[in-house]
């Protein structure tokens, strides 16, 4: 069974630090793992993705993400928070296979940014 | 190329009455997924379908949910004698589906059903 937990239901940073949201994920074979950002009453907009390629996965709007197979974790990091960065933050996983893969996601983070 | 789309946005229902949720996937994409949101978590899988298929239906209520996804049309996902509990966003995404190892899902807005 997979499963994905996610540290810290709420982040808050100042504009212009660096954002850190926490994903550890549990798979008993190889992962996918994805990072989606999600704006209030809107659907969800993948940042950012995994698939057994390049272990350092760097995304959109400056988002970059590591994968650690020996952490099992997956955490999000930005190096200098925008006010426009204000959103909630999924991390899910899907189990590496051909055909359908849906989504287990975690909680999410809600990233508030102050000036 | 129009994203995915769900209507309505917003849907108010009364309790016991039936709530019909519609998603129109990309153009090209065969495969729906449907994902609920309740207040405060995360998503949840409800059901995956191909065309005139439910291929996994692990994440539906056993009761009162039902989902479709007919040859012409959009997927719709019904919601029978709706309760309170049932109050949530409920994503739809779709999927390209064949010639990949991955197939990257693209999330509709959400539809957001209130039941009073």
């Known amino acids: 069974a997979q499963s994905v937990t996610q540290l810290g239901s709420h982040v808050s940073v100042s504009e212009g630090a660096l954002v850190l949201l926490r994903c550890n994920y549990s798979s008993s074979v190889p992962p996918y793992l994805f990072w989606y950002v999600q704006y209030p009453n809107q659907g969800l907009q993948l940042l950012l993705k995994?698939?057994?390629?390049?272990?350092l996965v760097k995304g959109i709007n400056g988002f970059e993400a590591e994968f650690k197979k020996s952490e099992t974790s997956f955490h999000l990091t930005k190096p200098s928070a925008h006010m426009s960065d204000a959103a909630e933050y999924f991390c899910a996983v899907t189990p590496f296979s051909g055909g359908y893969n849906k989504l287990i996601f975690g909680a999410g983070t809600r990233l508030a940014v102050h000036p | 190329n129009a994203g995915v789309m769900q209507n309505p946005r917003h849907l108010v229902r009364r309790r016991g009455q039936e709530a019909r949720l519609r998603c129109s996937p990309m153009?090209?994409?065969?495969?729906v997924y449907w994902y609920r949101q309740l207040p405060e978590e995360g998503l949840k899988f409800m059901v995956y379908l191909q065309k005139e298929n439910i291929i996994d239906e692990s994440g539906m209520p056993k009761e009162r949910f039902s989902a479709e996804f007919p040859k012409e049309g959009p997927s719709i996902l019904r919601i029978q004698q709706v309760v309170r509990g049932d109050s949530a966003a409920y994503f739809c995404?779709?999927?390209?589906?064949?010639?990949?190892?991955?197939?990257?899902?693209?999330f509709g807005p959400g539809t957001r059903l209130t039941v009073l």
């Open positions: 153009k090209g994409h065969s495969h």
């Open positions: 995994y698939t057994s390629a390049a272990t």
């Open positions: 995404a779709s999927s390209p589906g064949s010639g990949s190892s991955y197939n990257e899902q693209f």
